[in-house]
């Protein structure tokens, strides 16, 4: 596409300012001023699951796709915005708290429109909760997660606290932040019985390092919260994200529908790729996946437009640590850049490990199957893995990154800056390629400022918060 095409164009261990840009950005809601923002929705849409799933299954963790029609992500989009209209109405009447029983008549109603979504979602949850050794799952778009929702936030909020309460020692501020994992991130990386169809359970392993007694960390309380047994689980931390809203509402934005589907260029190529069960990935609650030409049907008769989104269910797995994590960039097919993904974080153990971690991570990225998913993707992407130990790397996701909006902002980029020149030649391979680590941890007030800001709301409240608790 000439959207793409107009883009192309030793381990250091750097430490650096980030700002936080981790929550939810609504004006997205409003398109972006770009040449062509018709391709601009296409390259964001076809760079999702589905594109790159199929390419990479043997290098990442298993999946199974749900079919998710405009017209329930339509009544999903309303339901937030009747949700907020409530809120807001509530706060213009002075009252303090949300109107919580207009607010659960208000999801119930929207749970029983959703019947038919949620039992296509409770087959795709069932056949991950059966891969995964907690019996829990992690519910997804095929874009973005629900990662945010209000729901599994004071959840999480709660448990935090209680565990707090409970410790024998006093933490510090990197203590309190270190995540075990922001995203609930499925991992079922083990090998499948062809007898049974289930996972081998792998051979018992030492303890974990973690101990009762250790800090809490708020994001594992999240990252619990966030793992479900079912649709309606899914569905009710699906209706309670900015992030799920804001994707949805956009993709309902969609271009006019072609009237042939189209399965030419850059991520486009293979968009059409059946739904059908592979080792690794399934779709057995999906019969007619949406797919690159299908349609949307709006209400009243108005142009048909293109829609491209699903669900995607991943078996949740607790492996994942915050020091295993990193996101690489790609350019022109190469991985330019690497750092940890918890950027704000300091993870002391790593550090000397990080030649160990490169030299694993370039063995994958360089297999045919990853290079092939890049270059579906345009060769410009956003790519996070995860490093489980010596010479094992699971590829997490892969995500859109176009040099002008998608992914170039700091949350997304890490500790490197697309808006600083020299990071913007080492993120383009006109630079040597760098691997970055925090080699000390930030400052307190450094590290407030750049972690998510509602969770800072609770591990650091300000005295108005704490009156609001009290």
Not at 118 to 141: M, N, P
Not at 207 to 218: A, C, E, F, Q, S
Not at 274 to 290: E, F, T, Y
Request: glycine share 6%.
């Amino acid at each position: 596409m000439a959207f793409l095409a107009g883009i192309k164009g030793g381990v250091d261990l750097k430490a650096t300012d980030v700002n936080d840009r981790s929550a939810a950005n609504l004006e997205n809601a409003t398109p972006d001023v770009l040449d062509n923002e018709h391709e601009r929705w296409e390259y964001f849409f076809n760079s999702g699951c589905r594109t790159w799933f199929d390419l990479i299954k043997d290098h990442t963790f298993t999946s199974t796709f749900c079919t998710l029609d405009p017209s329930e992500a339509r009544v999903i989009v309303e339901h937030w915005e009747a949700r907020r209209r409530l809120i807001a109405a509530a706060s213009s009447r002075g009252e303090e708290s949300e109107p919580s029983a207009e607010l659960d008549a208000l999801l119930t109603r929207t749970l029983e429109s959703l019947g038919p979504l949620k039992q296509r979602l409770d087959a795709a949850v069932a056949e991950e909760t059966a891969k995964s050794s907690e019996g829990k799952a992690f519910v997804k778009l095929s874009t973005r997660s629900p990662k945010d929702s209000k729901k599994a936030l004071a959840r999480a909020k709660a448990s935090y606290h209680s565990r707090l309460a409970a410790l024998d020692h006093e933490a510090d501020d990197n203590e309190r932040w270190v995540m075990v994992r922001t995203l609930a991130r499925p991992s079922t990386h083990r090998p499948i019985d062809p007898s049974t169809h289930r996972p081998i359970d792998p051979p018992p392993t030492d303890p974990p390092t973690h101990r009762p007694t250790d800090p809490p960390t708020l994001s594992e309380e999240v990252t619990k919260s966030s793992a479900i047994a079912n649709g309606d689980e899914a569905l009710e931390l699906l209706l309670d994200s900015d992030r799920v809203y804001e994707d949805l509402e956009y993709a309902l934005r969609g271009p006019p529908a072609p009237s042939e589907p189209s399965t030419t260029g850059g991520a486009a190529e293979g968009a059409t790729d059946a739904a059908a069960s592979s080792s690794g990935g399934s779709a057995v609650a999906c019969q007619g996946a949406v797919a690159q030409g299908a349609v949307a049907h709006p209400p009243g008769g108005e142009v048909t437009l293109s829609w491209n989104m699903e669900l995607v269910a991943r078996a949740w797995d607790p492996r994942l640590t915050p020091e295993s994590e990193y996101r690489g960039i790609a350019w022109n097919g190469e991985l330019s850049c690497l750092c940890q993904y918890f950027h704000p974080l300091y993870f002391p153990g790593m550090r000397d490990r990080s030649e160990e971690v490169q030299r694993d991570i370039m063995a994958v990225y360089n297999s045919p199957e990853v290079k092939n998913a890049v270059a579906r993707l345009g060769g410009h992407c956003i790519i996070d893995f995860a490093w489980l130990g010596p010479g094992e790397v699971i590829v997490i996701e892969l995500n859109p990154f176009d040099g002008v909006c998608l992914g170039t902002f700091p949350a997304s980029t890490g500790l490197f800056l697309w808006d600083e020149p020299a990071d913007k030649l080492v993120m383009m391979g006109e630079a040597p390629f760098e691997f970055r680590m925090r080699d000390a941890p930030l400052e307190a007030a450094s590290l407030r400022v750049q972690c998510n800001q509602d969770w800072r709301a609770i591990v650091h409240p300000s005295p108005t918060q704490q009156d609001q608790a009290a």
